[in-house]
Structure formats: structure tokens, C-alpha cells
């Protein structure tokens, strides 16, 4: 049977929501049986590869950097901690989605529905002149998280190609007698990236994203071989921590890789057994938690102090590494597609009521093209792959994976179920958000200063004896925090 690509429409405010069955009756509601619009609802194996194709997504290349960033063995800590949490997380999203479902009498909701959904219909009164409020928060989070990717990506491919046409192990941000400098590689993915993006049906790119999970999967193998043939420091002379700095740098490149709550409802939402999401969640989570571990341990003990994103640009240029390099190009010109679809589908549906129906063939793509040209400028302004990655996963991501999930599922469980023995509800709820808050606001502010610190240029070297100095002095003037 084939697979229901999940639908991420359906954006911007809807009727207001009204409580039609109390918090007991609702969960009589039989909302898999008035989901009558899907023809092929997806298994529970094939719900685990839609979570994958959306959710291993083109950060994983960068995981052995956040790994140096910290220190080995508290990255393995960090990386289980963030993906055990986000997990609980997305669930807790989508189980309040579920008795939202029987409260409202509708069978599908988005994150942004929920979000209002559960502040309107709280037991405060007053809270309700804040739930549109919530749910445009939620929409610009969503869109800055996914636009974030697509800049950060734009570097990622401007790199490898540099690496590619120089074809030397040492990169260089500046300009050279043989090449010029990465910048002028990110301005000519402008052309390409505004073709790509005029896809307005994500069905054409749902293969290509299986593609890229194979992908990530052979490269996890590829850098584990390397690590082990090349020749490297021994494994003890790895730290194991280096500063609380470090800590967040990681968090943020972590949280931004491993991200879900975008792709967790539109997956429910085309399930056949949707009270199954959970084993869509333990599924997947571990795959992709294996392959981040997997990239950052093995990559950060073959690179050392020299590494660098995307992890491809390690590799030697023989025929089967040079054709990995060729392949992240292309998944990651893909995966660049996808994140843009669903955040520019968000914002569309405000953009199209400025317009005539007749005239909305131009106007999106006149939209999608500008928004190419902003994406671009911003990766030509902040050519700093994992720092721009933990300054988005800190400042966008964070809150839309901890902190909201959290909130709304305390407004939900409020009443009904209530707040358990010893009020174990909110307990959870409230160290999940002050952990969510300490992420965005102090991940927030070390990875900008980190990202302003490079904003002077710098050196990159491959050959595992050259140090760059200017991080070198980056990162022990800060680690003195």
C-alpha cells in the first residue's frame, strides 16, 4: 500500500474553537473514524519513515563540531538527555492533541490549532484574548526554526562545493589565487535554490527525503570506518568537558538537530492507529539519536581540534568519499526544498489575503523568490555553520520543542485529567519549561557571542596539525564565564 505523505497545511486562525463534549464525554469521540478524507492512512512502520524522512534531517553532518564544542563523553550525556526529553515532549504534544480532538469535535488539528485551542478554552477567561496571540508565536517560531535550516544549509552546500572544485583539504573562507572565497559560492546557490522552491507539491520531494535517511545512515558507517582506518589522536586525549559555553553551543546545534514538534501532528494526523503516535517516537528517536552520536564521536575523534561542518569535508578525495561529497549537495538541496515548503506554507496563508485569487499564481512565486534572496543574504552575512545552528536551535528551536509543548499540555490536563498525586503534572511541566527557558536564553546568548566573535573571518585546516587561533582565543576567553 502506498504512503500518505503527511499534509502540513491548513495554517493561520480558524473559527474560534468552541468546547462541544466536556473533558469526560471527549474521549467517546472517534476522531480516526471522521478522518474520512484519508484514502491510505499509514502504518505504523510506514509513520516511523515519514518521521525519519522529515526528521534525520541535514544538521546530523555538523554533530562531530557541537561534539568538540563540549567534550566527548558530556556530548554522549547531553545527546541522550536532549533526545530522551524531546521525545517526551513531541508525545506530550500530540496526547493533547488527542483529547483536544473529542473536546472541539475535529479530527485533525496543527501545532499553531492546539496552541490556541488549549488557551481559549482554559478555565481563565481572561486567558483567552491571548490564545491568537499563542498561536502567531507559534507560527513565527515554526518559521524562524525552518527558514534557519535553509540558511544554514545554503553554507553547508557552499562549502562542500568549495572543497569540491579546489579540491584541497584546506578551506579557506577567503579568496585564493585558484578560488574565490565561500561567500561568492553561496550567492550562486541563489538561482538554484529559487528553482527548487517553485515545488508546491511536497509529494514530488517525499522520496528524494527517504533518500537522504539512507543517506545519513551510510554516513554514520562512512565516518565510523574513517575513524578507525585514519590515523588519529589516541581516544583519552579527547576532554571530556570544556565549559559551560560549550555546553549550550551544543545544546543549541543538538536541539536544532533532533527537532520533531513540527513534523509530529501532520504524521498523527495520517496515521491508521494514531493512539500508536508513542511507537512512532521510540522508533525513530533512537535512529536518529545512533546516527548523531555516531557522526559526533567517531567525527570528533578522526578530526580532533579541526573539525569543521559538514563532516564530508574530512573525507580524501577518493572516488567513493568524493561521490558522498557530490550526494550531500544534492540531499541536502532537497532537504532545503522540504524545510522551505512548510514554513513558507505558514506564512502564506496571511500573505494571500493581501491579493486576488486569480492573481495568487504570481504572487507566491514572486513571494518564494524574495524569500530566497533574504535566506541567501542571511547565510552570506553569518557563514558559520554550527554557530548559526545553535543560535537558531537556542533562540527558535528550543522553545517550540520544550517550552510550548509543556504549557499547552498543563492547560489541557488542568481540569481533566488533573494534576495527578502530589501534583506530579506540573512539577513536569514546570522543570520541563524552565529547562526550555534556560536553553533559549542563556544557549541564546553564548551562541551570539560566539557568532559575533566570528564575524571577523577566519581559516579552516584539514590537515590535523594547524589550529585555528582566532577559536583558540574565542573559546578561552569565554570559557572564563
Not at 111 to 121: F, G, N, R, W
Not at 169 to 182: F, K, M, R, V, Y
Amino acid at each position: 500500500m502506498a504512503m500518505t505523505v503527511p499534509f502540513f497545511g491548513g495554517f493561520g486562525p480558524p473559527a474560534r474553537f468552541r468546547m462541544r463534549s466536556s473533558p469526560v464525554d471527549a474521549k467517546s469521540y472517534d476522531y480516526r473514524a471522521a478522518r474520512t478524507h484519508l484514502v491510505n492512512p499509514n502504518s505504523l512502520g510506514e509513520s516511523i519513515i515519514h518521521m525519519l524522512m522529515f526528521g534525520l534531517g541535514a544538521a546530523v553532518v555538523a554533530a562531530h563540531e557541537a561534539y568538540y564544542f563540549v567534550g566527548v563523553w558530556t556530548a554522549i550525556g547531553l545527546n541522550v538527555f536532549i533526545a530522551t526529553i524531546n521525545g517526551y515532549c513531541v508525545c506530550t504534544l500530540v496526547w493533547s492533541a488527542q483529547k483536544l480532538y473529542g473536546r472541539v469535535h475535529m479530527p485533525t488539528l496543527t501545532y499553531p490549532d492546539i496552541a490556541e485551542a488549549s488557551v481559549y478554552l482554559s478555565k481563565w477567561p481572561r486567558c483567552k484574548k491571548a490564545a491568537r496571540c499563542f498561536r502567531y508565536t507559534i507560527e513565527g517560531t515554526l518559521m524562524l526554526h525552518l527558514y534557519g535550516n535553509c540558511s544554514v544549509i545554503v553554507v553547508m552546500i557552499s562549502r562542500n562545493l568549495k572543497q569540491l572544485v579546489e579540491g584541497e583539504d584546506e578551506i579557506t573562507d577567503d579568496a585564493t589565487e585558484e578560488s574565490p572565497p565561500l561567500r561568492v559560492y553561496i550567492l550562486s546557490l541563489m538561482l538554484p535554490c529559487a528553482i527548487i522552491v517553485m515545488i508546491t507539491n511536497l509529494k514530488n520531494l517525499a522520496p528524494f527525503a527517504l533518500i537522504a535517511d539512507l543517506y545519513a545512515v551510510g554516513l554514520s558507517l562512512l565516518t565510523t570506518y574513517y575513524a578507525f582506518v585514519t590515523e588519529r589522536k589516541p581516544l583519552e586525549s579527547l576532554p571530556g568537558w570544556k565549559s559551560i559555553m560549550g555546553a549550550f553551543q551544543f545544546t543549541g546545534v543538538c536541539v536544532f538537530t533532533m527537532e520533531s514538534a513540527s513534523i509530529a501532528l501532520p504524521i498523527e494526523n495520517n496515521m491508521m492507529v494514531p493512539t500508536k503516535f508513542h511507537y512512532v517516537v521510540l522508533g525513530s528517536a533512537p535512529t536518529v539519536t545512533i546516527s548523531m552520536m555516531m557522526i559526533g564521536f567517531f567525527g570528533y575523534w578522526l578530526c580532533g581540534h579541526t573539525a569543521i561542518a559538514p563532516i564530508t569535508v574530512h573525507f580524501p578525495f577518493g572516488p567513493f568519499p568524493t561521490t558522498m561529497k557530490v550526494f550531500l549537495c544534492l540531499v541536502l538541496y532537497v532537504i532545503y526544498a522540504v524545510s522551505f515548503y512548510v514554513a513558507f506554507d505558514i506564512e502564506w496563508f496571511y500573505l494571500k489575503r493581501n491579493h486576488v485569487m486569480a492573481n495568487y499564481w504570481f504572487w507566491e512565486r514572486l513571494y518564494r523568490c524574495i524569500h530566497v534572496i533574504v535566506i541567501t543574504f542571511i547565510a552570506y552575512s553569518f557563514p558559520f555553520v554550527t554557530r548559526l545552528m545553535g543560535l537558531i536551535g537556542c533562540l527558535a528551536t528550543s522553545p517550540a520543542t520544550f517550552i510550548y509543548p509543556a504549557i499547552i499540555g498543563l492547560l489541557v490536563d488542568w481540569e481533566y485529567p488533573g494534576l495527578g498525586f502530589l501534583k506530579w503534572r506540573l512539577i513536569k511541566s514546570i522543570f520541563t519549561i524552565l529547562f526550555g527557558l534556560t536553553v533559549t536564553i542563556g544557549g541564546s546568548y553564548f551562541n551570539f557571542l560566539e557568532l559575533k566573535s566570528f564575524m571577523s573571518g577566519m581559516t579552516f585546516s584539514l590537515d590535523h596539525t594547524t589550529v585555528n587561533q582566532t577559536e583558540i582565543a574565542t573559546n578561552q576567553t569565554l570559557r572564563k564565564l
